[in-house]
């Protein structure tokens, strides 16, 4: 799997979305969704995570429940250390299960990619249109 470098581009007009997921797969299709429109930071679980936020994440993209450190354990150490960024969270679970307070959004899957985009699109400074 690629990664973009955590040193970012300071050149490109991108953002930078650093995606989490613990699935392989759909960690890869999410990545697909988004690499034509934005920098693609990925980590297999929040412990990983935690370690690649910088002030060039524009957004974070956390699924919810993954081993070692799920999103809400990310969320709230992000929180913690007041690190300001957006955060959506992904689940397979409707929100109607108690959600930390605060998230930027929530997503439940599966998820379309122009949906995901919307979502991203509408938490990050400087909105980019999709590229055929």
Known sequence: MTSVSPDRDRQSPLP????VEDDPDVREIYELYLQQTYNVQTAANGAIAL???TDEIDLVLSDRRMP?????ELYTRIQEHAIEVPFVM????????????????????????SDLTACINRHISAPVVARD
């Open 16 to 19: 930078t979305v650093l995606l």
């Open 51 to 53: 370690g690649l936020i």
């Open 90 to 113: 992904v689940s397979a679970v409707d929100a109607e299960e108690s959600v930390p307070d605060g998230l930027d959004d929530y997503l439940t899957k599966p998820i379309a990619r």
């Open 68 to 72: 070692e450190m799920s999103g809400d």
